[in-house]
DNA sequence: ATACAGGTCTTAA
DNA sequence: TTAAGACCTGTA
């Protein structure tokens, strides 16, 4: 186990922040993740954040996966008063990070993530997980379930599939696991590509266009500039951007002030 | 009951 | 190139 003190980015946030399905409150300020075939327990008191696992682990795998060397100030600190809707909503998801996740993981997420709630995405994908997913032992009484493998998910029917839930989202997700297993789309070699690239990619992909293509890029090949468009920033962008959004004030940066709007609409939006 | 949720695909003008 | 309509399902 280790402490991260002085830490200036919040669980809760990341938590409710839309971008990882598998990350879970447990009880209060006690989370748990399941990622990367691993499973971690997390407690956050204030600026102090425990992580359940070896100095070793933290280092190799979570302190890259929650993006915690980078310094998110430069970016909060652009946002000035004088926009004063963003400036609102930075300041209020301002501990959020982007994280960096399996690519397969959140090309399979985002396709269901279409047309859906955020509580019923989640519901899914565990649904998945346990029926495709390896079962792995936390101790001896307590399991959980990998995220299913390509194999796994292209060998599966519609059929199947439709029983996790998935609606007409299960077509896409075969497809797509189909077309990842035999190479139409490399998905390691996404990795190496730039931004716009990867996105053209991408949206070779059964179920995925322009919106989950950007989320994709976003959430797990780390590209700060995608900048996906859904219902909350479509909404904001129209009542408070008229006349356009200020992407060049933000470039390089774009998509993580696009999560601190959608954040911010999500948990507001109706007030 | 009807509309909507982190959209995409197909078809047709 | 743009636009309408279909598409699963749980929740309010």
């Known amino acids: 186990m280790i402490k991260v003190n002085d830490c200036n980015f919040s669980i809760e946030q990341i938590c409710e922040s839309g971008q990882c399905f598998r990350l879970k409150k447990i009880e209060e300020n006690k989370y748990s993740m399941i990622a990367l075939g691993r499973y971690l327990e997390l407690e956050q008191d204030q600026n102090e954040i425990t992580f359940h696992c070896t100095p070793e682990e933290y280092v190799q795998v979570w302190e890259h996966y929650f993006d915690l060397n980078t310094d998110y100030k430069r970016f909060i600190e652009s946002v000035t008063e004088e926009d004063e809707y963003l400036y609102r909503a930075v300041q209020f998801g301002k501990g959020i990070r982007i994280l960096e996740q399996d690519v397969w993981e959140i090309i399979i997420s985002f396709i269901i993530s279409q047309q859906n709630n955020i509580k019923r995405i989640r519901k899914c994908i565990e649904l998945l997980c346990e029926k495709y997913g390896e079962k792995k032992f936390i101790n001896k009484t307590e399991i959980y379930y990998d995220f299913p493998t390509i194999q796994a998910l292209a060998g599966a029917t519609e ?74 920033i479509k909404k904001v962008l129209n009542q408070y951007y008229p006349k356009g959004f200020p992407f060049e004030t933000f470039l390089g940066y774009t998509g993580i002030i696009q999560q601190y709007i959608f954040y911010f609409d999500l948990k507001n939006g109706n007030v």
Request: glycine content about 4%; hydrophobic content about 40%; overall charge negative.
């Open 159 to 232: 059929e199947e599939l439709r029983d996790c839930n998935l609606g007409y989202r299960s077509r896409y997700i075969l497809n797509t696991a189909k077309s990842i297993l035999n190479k139409e789309v490399d998905i390691n070699a996404l990795k190496k590509m730039d931004y716009k690239d990867a996105k053209v990619e991408l949206i070779k992909l059964s179920g995925v266009g322009e919106k989950v293509a950007d989320c994709i890029c976003l959430f797990s090949l780390h590209h700060l500039d995608a900048f996906p468009i859904d219902t909350h």
